[in-house]
């Protein structure tokens, strides 16, 4: 998570501040995303960014939405 907000922050320009965190099946894809967009709003810079979540399952949408 640390390497995904230093590349928020210092990216050059709006390619190299974006990304994709990739996970396998059982990995924690979840928590993941809600401990790094809780992380994204502590930042102060970053308070005002918009967060999207993507997901390929109505599953994992349940999982998700459960999770935040």
Do not use: C, P
Request: positive net charge; aromatic residues 6%.
């Amino acid at each position: 998570m640390n390497k995904a907000i230093e590349r928020i922050l210092n990216g050059k320009d709006k390619l190299q501040k974006g990304g994709v965190i990739w996970h396998t099946q059982g990995s924690g894809k979840s928590l993941t995303m809600v401990f790094l967009a809780r992380k994204i709003r502590r930042i102060e810079k970053l308070k005002d960014s918009t967060i999207v979540v993507v997901t390929d399952r109505i599953d994992l949408d349940k999982q998700i939405y459960n999770t935040f």
